[in-house]
């Protein structure tokens, strides 16, 4: 009788490691693999539409390897009335999250203007100039709307220093007008 207790004792034992075990896989494994894909019309006046002429739209493919090590890219375009446009284009070096909100950041890989015929074209980037930027994916808030926080670089002054910092999310301080994004772990 007692073996057939200890017995039972040790199976309960075992499988309540393993049970406890499998459970917590999981999460170390949704931690160390996500994705997060995103296209977003975005506004940076309110929740309402953009005035005419004016498209601010972000597309992000991204993916971690293992912990916040990340992969992917990034493109933030912003079409002025009058059909001026930058277009910034950065590699992803981090994707994290922090409760519902998803951050990636990485460095401008470049960055590109384009001017009317007749207007003068803004100063190319130097080579070396690689600031980090985010973006950070809001859930919605008490209203249902949804924000994304951007931190990008002063393409006026190449000299400036970075407005954001590897694996930290930026405040909201635009509006998602159209599309959405998705995370998969």
Known sequence: MRKLIAGIALTTAVTAVTTTAAS???AAETTRHQSLHAWTLLNDRGPGPTPPGERLTARVDARTTAGREARGHATIQH???GGST?????SIDCLTTNGAAVTVTGPIDSLHFT???GQ???DPAPS?????TALTFYPADEHGEHQVGWAGANALDYSAPAKATKCTPTEPNTWIIQGGFTLRR
């Open 86 to 90: 930058v277009r910034v284009e950065m």
């Open 115 to 117: 001017v009317p015929a």
């Open 120 to 122: 003068t074209q803004p």
């Open 128 to 132: 070396t100039w690689h600031p980090e």
């Open 24 to 26: 917590a896989a999981p």
């Open 79 to 81: 079409v002025f009335p």
